[in-house]
Protein backbone atom coordinates (compact mmCIF):
# COMPACT_ATOMS: atom_id res chain seq x y z
CA UNK A 1 0.00 0.00 0.00
CA UNK A 2 1.15 3.88 -0.55
CA UNK A 3 0.47 6.50 1.45
CA UNK A 4 0.70 9.44 -0.50
CA UNK A 5 0.25 12.94 0.43
CA UNK A 6 -0.29 16.02 -1.84
CA UNK A 7 0.81 18.83 -0.19
CA UNK A 8 -1.22 21.94 -0.28
CA UNK A 9 0.85 24.36 -2.43
CA UNK A 10 1.02 21.67 -4.93
CA UNK A 11 -2.83 21.72 -5.82
CA UNK A 12 -3.52 25.31 -4.79
CA UNK A 13 -1.93 28.50 -5.47
CA UNK A 14 -0.98 29.22 -1.83
CA UNK A 15 -1.10 32.74 -1.91
CA UNK A 16 -4.25 33.45 -3.17
CA UNK A 17 -7.78 32.73 -1.19
CA UNK A 18 -9.16 29.61 -2.81
CA UNK A 19 -7.32 28.95 -5.72
CA UNK A 20 -7.00 25.61 -7.15
CA UNK A 21 -4.25 24.14 -9.62
CA UNK A 22 -6.17 22.30 -11.28
CA UNK A 23 -4.48 20.79 -14.53
CA UNK A 24 -1.49 19.86 -11.26
CA UNK A 25 -4.24 17.97 -9.74
CA UNK A 26 -5.82 15.94 -12.92
CA UNK A 27 -2.43 15.20 -13.62
CA UNK A 28 -1.54 13.80 -10.61
CA UNK A 29 -4.19 11.74 -10.15
CA UNK A 30 -3.24 10.50 -13.55
CA UNK A 31 -0.27 9.48 -12.56
CA UNK A 32 -1.72 8.13 -9.37
CA UNK A 33 -4.55 5.74 -11.32
CA UNK A 34 -1.93 4.33 -13.56
CA UNK A 35 0.31 3.21 -10.61
CA UNK A 36 -2.70 0.36 -10.18
CA UNK A 37 -1.47 0.62 -6.36
CA UNK A 38 -3.68 0.59 -3.35
CA UNK A 39 -3.28 3.81 -2.48
CA UNK A 40 -4.25 6.48 0.89
CA UNK A 41 -4.68 9.84 -0.02
CA UNK A 42 -3.99 12.66 1.81
CA UNK A 43 -4.37 16.11 0.80
CA UNK A 44 -3.43 19.49 2.55
CA UNK A 45 -5.29 22.52 2.90
CA UNK A 46 -2.89 25.48 0.83
CA UNK A 47 -5.28 28.66 0.24
CA UNK A 48 -8.67 26.62 0.96
CA UNK A 49 -7.70 26.28 4.49
CA UNK A 50 -4.62 28.69 6.09
CA UNK A 51 -5.65 32.19 5.22
CA UNK A 52 -8.58 32.05 7.00
CA UNK A 53 -7.76 29.39 10.13
CA UNK A 54 -4.75 32.23 10.65
CA UNK A 55 -6.50 35.03 10.58
CA UNK A 56 -9.20 33.79 13.22
CA UNK A 57 -6.40 31.40 15.05
CA UNK A 58 -8.31 28.36 14.66
CA UNK A 59 -4.98 26.44 15.70
CA UNK A 60 -5.06 27.63 19.29
CA UNK A 61 -8.65 26.56 20.02
CA UNK A 62 -12.06 28.05 20.72
CA UNK A 63 -12.34 31.01 22.57
CA UNK A 64 -14.66 33.03 20.66
CA UNK A 65 -18.02 32.26 19.28
CA UNK A 66 -16.64 34.88 16.40
CA UNK A 67 -14.41 31.48 15.51
CA UNK A 68 -17.36 29.74 14.64
CA UNK A 69 -18.16 31.26 11.38
CA UNK A 70 -14.44 30.83 10.42
CA UNK A 71 -14.32 26.86 11.38
CA UNK A 72 -17.09 26.61 9.26
CA UNK A 73 -15.92 28.76 6.58
CA UNK A 74 -12.84 27.07 6.47
CA UNK A 75 -14.82 23.70 6.79
CA UNK A 76 -16.73 24.34 3.57
CA UNK A 77 -13.77 25.77 1.74
CA UNK A 78 -11.32 22.71 2.55
CA UNK A 79 -14.72 20.46 1.83
CA UNK A 80 -14.14 22.34 -1.75
CA UNK A 81 -11.18 21.49 -2.40
CA UNK A 82 -11.50 17.78 -1.44
CA UNK A 83 -14.26 17.60 -3.71
CA UNK A 84 -12.29 18.73 -6.19
CA UNK A 85 -9.38 16.27 -5.59
CA UNK A 86 -12.05 13.11 -5.56
CA UNK A 87 -13.52 14.14 -8.59
CA UNK A 88 -10.19 14.48 -10.17
CA UNK A 89 -9.96 10.55 -8.79
CA UNK A 90 -12.88 9.70 -9.83
CA UNK A 91 -12.56 11.44 -13.61
CA UNK A 92 -9.25 9.47 -13.59
CA UNK A 93 -10.84 5.74 -12.78
CA UNK A 94 -9.68 6.15 -9.37
CA UNK A 95 -12.87 5.32 -6.95
CA UNK A 96 -12.26 7.89 -4.41
CA UNK A 97 -14.54 7.89 -1.16
CA UNK A 98 -13.44 11.32 0.89
CA UNK A 99 -13.29 10.77 4.55
CA UNK A 100 -13.27 14.57 6.21
CA UNK A 101 -11.33 14.78 9.11
CA UNK A 102 -13.97 17.35 11.05
CA UNK A 103 -16.09 13.94 11.29
CA UNK A 104 -13.67 11.12 11.98
CA UNK A 105 -10.72 12.79 13.76
CA UNK A 106 -10.61 14.09 17.65
CA UNK A 107 -7.58 15.85 18.85
CA UNK A 108 -6.36 16.60 22.19
CA UNK A 109 -4.41 20.06 23.18
CA UNK A 110 -3.57 20.29 18.81
CA UNK A 111 -2.51 16.36 18.55
CA UNK A 112 -4.24 14.29 17.04
CA UNK A 113 -5.65 11.65 19.89
CA UNK A 114 -8.22 9.54 17.21
CA UNK A 115 -8.77 8.68 13.92
CA UNK A 116 -11.23 6.38 12.96
CA UNK A 117 -8.81 4.19 10.94
CA UNK A 118 -11.53 0.87 10.60
CA UNK A 119 -13.42 3.37 8.22
CA UNK A 120 -10.11 3.91 5.80
CA UNK A 121 -9.46 -0.18 6.55
CA UNK A 122 -12.88 -0.98 4.98
CA UNK A 123 -12.84 1.20 2.17
CA UNK A 124 -9.27 0.47 1.41
CA UNK A 125 -9.71 -3.64 1.66
CA UNK A 126 -13.01 -2.90 -0.96
CA UNK A 127 -10.31 -1.62 -3.65
CA UNK A 128 -11.76 2.20 -3.19
CA UNK A 129 -8.89 4.89 -2.65
CA UNK A 130 -9.34 6.54 0.96
CA UNK A 131 -8.75 10.19 0.67
CA UNK A 132 -8.55 12.56 3.46
CA UNK A 133 -7.49 15.91 4.11
CA UNK A 134 -6.09 19.45 6.49
CA UNK A 135 -9.30 20.04 8.02
CA UNK A 136 -11.22 22.38 11.12
CA UNK A 137 -11.50 19.12 13.97
CA UNK A 138 -13.05 18.72 17.60
CA UNK A 139 -10.53 18.70 20.16
CA UNK A 140 -11.18 17.44 23.50
CA UNK A 141 -9.32 20.13 25.33
CA UNK A 142 -10.00 23.12 22.72
CA UNK A 143 -13.27 22.76 21.53
CA UNK A 144 -11.95 23.11 18.16
CA UNK A 145 -8.71 22.78 16.71
CA UNK A 146 -6.75 22.26 13.06
CA UNK A 147 -5.92 18.71 12.02
CA UNK A 148 -3.30 18.11 9.41
CA UNK A 149 -2.64 16.30 6.65
CA UNK A 150 1.10 15.53 7.93
CA UNK A 151 -0.83 14.57 11.78
CA UNK A 152 -3.38 12.25 9.36
CA UNK A 153 -0.13 10.82 7.63
CA UNK A 154 1.47 10.13 10.85
CA UNK A 155 -1.38 8.33 12.36
CA UNK A 156 -2.13 6.18 8.23
CA UNK A 157 1.79 5.40 8.59
CA UNK A 158 1.42 3.94 12.12
CA UNK A 159 -1.73 1.61 11.31
CA UNK A 160 -1.40 0.62 7.64
CA UNK A 161 2.67 0.49 7.50
CA UNK A 162 2.93 1.42 4.04
CA UNK A 163 5.46 0.54 1.13
CA UNK A 164 6.38 4.10 0.63
CA UNK A 165 5.06 7.05 2.04
CA UNK A 166 5.74 10.38 -0.39
CA UNK A 167 5.31 13.98 -0.09
CA UNK A 168 4.96 15.70 -2.88
CA UNK A 169 5.81 19.81 -2.69
CA UNK A 170 6.51 22.32 -4.98
CA UNK A 171 9.94 22.20 -4.91
CA UNK A 172 11.89 19.00 -5.66
CA UNK A 173 12.67 18.45 -2.16
CA UNK A 174 14.22 19.44 1.20
CA UNK A 175 16.98 21.99 0.90
CA UNK A 176 19.27 23.94 3.16
CA UNK A 177 17.10 27.12 2.42
CA UNK A 178 14.06 28.24 1.15
CA UNK A 179 14.89 27.69 -2.43
CA UNK A 180 12.65 30.73 -3.37
CA UNK A 181 14.27 33.02 -1.37
CA UNK A 182 18.17 31.78 -1.26
CA UNK A 183 18.37 30.36 -4.69
CA UNK A 184 22.03 29.09 -3.57
CA UNK A 185 20.21 26.89 -1.48
CA UNK A 186 21.56 22.71 -2.13
CA UNK A 187 18.70 20.08 -2.41
CA UNK A 188 19.44 17.55 -0.11
CA UNK A 189 19.90 13.54 -0.66
CA UNK A 190 18.44 12.36 2.23
CA UNK A 191 17.42 14.51 5.33
CA UNK A 192 17.88 12.70 9.26
CA UNK A 193 17.74 14.02 12.73
CA UNK A 194 21.02 15.73 12.18
CA UNK A 195 20.48 17.42 9.13
CA UNK A 196 17.02 18.63 10.60
CA UNK A 197 19.06 19.97 12.91
CA UNK A 198 20.98 22.43 11.16
CA UNK A 199 18.33 23.70 9.17
CA UNK A 200 16.82 27.24 9.43
CA UNK A 201 13.30 28.09 10.79
CA UNK A 202 12.85 30.17 7.54
CA UNK A 203 8.47 30.67 6.81
CA UNK A 204 7.20 32.24 3.71
CA UNK A 205 3.40 32.69 4.15
CA UNK A 206 0.58 32.39 6.58
CA UNK A 207 0.76 28.50 7.45
CA UNK A 208 -1.14 27.48 10.89
CA UNK A 209 0.64 24.20 10.47
CA UNK A 210 3.59 24.96 11.25
CA UNK A 211 6.96 25.71 8.72
CA UNK A 212 9.13 23.01 7.08
CA UNK A 213 10.80 22.22 9.87
CA UNK A 214 7.69 20.84 12.11
CA UNK A 215 6.92 19.16 8.62
CA UNK A 216 9.97 17.15 8.53
CA UNK A 217 10.17 16.59 12.03
CA UNK A 218 6.87 14.74 11.55
CA UNK A 219 8.27 12.76 8.83
CA UNK A 220 11.04 11.70 10.56
CA UNK A 221 8.31 10.23 13.08
CA UNK A 222 6.43 9.06 10.31
CA UNK A 223 9.72 7.31 8.37
CA UNK A 224 9.89 5.53 11.35
CA UNK A 225 6.98 3.08 11.20
CA UNK A 226 9.10 1.80 7.90
CA UNK A 227 8.29 1.82 4.32
CA UNK A 228 10.61 4.23 2.17
CA UNK A 229 9.75 8.20 3.01
CA UNK A 230 10.58 10.52 0.58
CA UNK A 231 9.41 14.15 -0.48
CA UNK A 232 9.45 14.93 -4.49
CA UNK A 233 8.40 17.35 -6.20
CA UNK A 234 4.38 17.39 -7.50
CA UNK A 235 5.15 20.18 -10.02
CA UNK A 236 7.23 18.52 -11.80
CA UNK A 237 5.68 15.82 -14.54
CA UNK A 238 6.35 12.09 -13.56
CA UNK A 239 7.67 12.27 -10.63
CA UNK A 240 4.80 10.80 -8.69
CA UNK A 241 4.89 8.12 -10.91
CA UNK A 242 8.63 7.36 -10.88
CA UNK A 243 8.50 7.40 -7.01
CA UNK A 244 5.47 5.08 -7.08
CA UNK A 245 7.58 2.37 -9.00
CA UNK A 246 10.43 2.80 -6.74
CA UNK A 247 12.91 4.20 -9.74
CA UNK A 248 15.21 6.69 -8.60
CA UNK A 249 13.37 10.40 -8.97
CA UNK A 250 15.29 13.77 -7.85
CA UNK A 251 14.00 14.44 -4.12
CA UNK A 252 15.24 14.21 -0.88
CA UNK A 253 14.60 10.45 1.29
CA UNK A 254 13.80 11.12 5.01
CA UNK A 255 16.20 8.63 6.83
CA UNK A 256 15.95 7.62 10.81
C1 LIG B 1 -3.87 22.45 7.00
O1 LIG B 1 -3.46 21.21 6.54
C2 LIG B 1 -5.32 22.41 7.41
C3 LIG B 1 -6.00 23.72 7.55
C4 LIG B 1 -5.42 24.88 7.61
C5 LIG B 1 -7.45 23.68 7.65
P1 LIG B 1 -1.97 20.99 5.97
O2 LIG B 1 -0.98 21.59 6.92
O3 LIG B 1 -1.81 19.53 5.72
O4 LIG B 1 -1.99 21.79 4.62
P2 LIG B 1 -0.78 22.23 3.66
O5 LIG B 1 -0.27 21.03 2.94
O6 LIG B 1 0.29 22.85 4.55
O7 LIG B 1 -1.42 23.24 2.77
Redesign the pocket.
Known amino acids: MMLV?L???VI?D?MNYRTLREDVLFRLAGELARSEESVIL?????SF??VI?ARHQ?QNGYNDPSQLMAAAQ?MED?RTLNLAVTSALNRSGLPAVSLPPSALVELREGRLDRLELGVFRRYLDLGMVPVT????ALDSRRGLG?????QLMESLAREFAPRRIIFCSDVDGVFTDDPVVHPEARMLEAVDRETLSSLPRSQRCA???GSIFGKIETMLRIAAHGGDSMVINGLAPGRLAAALKGEKVPGTRVVV
Do not use: M, Y
Not at 133 to 136: A, E, P, R, S
Not at 146 to 150: A, E, F, N, Y
Open positions: KGGSTKVHGAGGHALVVFGDVICSGDDVT
